[in-house]
């Protein structure tokens, strides 16, 4: 069982930048697909971004491509998810989660998941 816990969130104002964090339980950490999704409230929770397990590659979604960098450390453990230039329509609840075999798009190909961390951009 793998246990995710995110950090990082808060209230920011549009154009100004926050970093995730998602920290990792699991030993093997590094054999995981790791993903952010994200819920705006009323809507369904939408793909952000995904990284492999070796960091090699990287899938974002179009609404975030050139704003937002995944990146992983795995001897710590952690996924993180830089976020420049943010838009009021960046606030949702925050989620990472993890997966084994390949770059996955949508939820339901994931089978860990964090408890949400809270971004508010204002305008």
């Known amino acids: 069982q793998v246990q995710l816990v995110e950090s990082g969130g808060g209230l920011v104002q549009a154009g100004d930048s926050l970093r995730l964090s998602c920290a990792a339980s699991e030993r093997t950490f590094g054999v995981y697909v790791m993903g952010w999704f994200r819920q705006a409230p009323g809507k369904e929770r939408e793909f952000v971004a995904a990284i492999s397990w070796s960091g090699g590659s990287t899938s974002y979604a179009d609404s975030v491509k050139g704003r937002f960098t995944i990146s992983r450390d795995n001897a710590k453990n952690t996924v993180y998810l830089q976020m420049n230039s943010l838009k009021p329509e960046d606030t949702a609840v925050y989620y990472c989660?993890?997966?084994?075999?390949?770059?996955?798009?949508?939820?339901?190909?994931?089978?860990?998941w964090g408890q949400g961390t809270q971004v508010t951009v204002s305008s």
């Open positions: 989660a993890a997966r084994r075999a390949a770059i996955a798009r949508q939820p339901g190909n994931y089978d860990y």
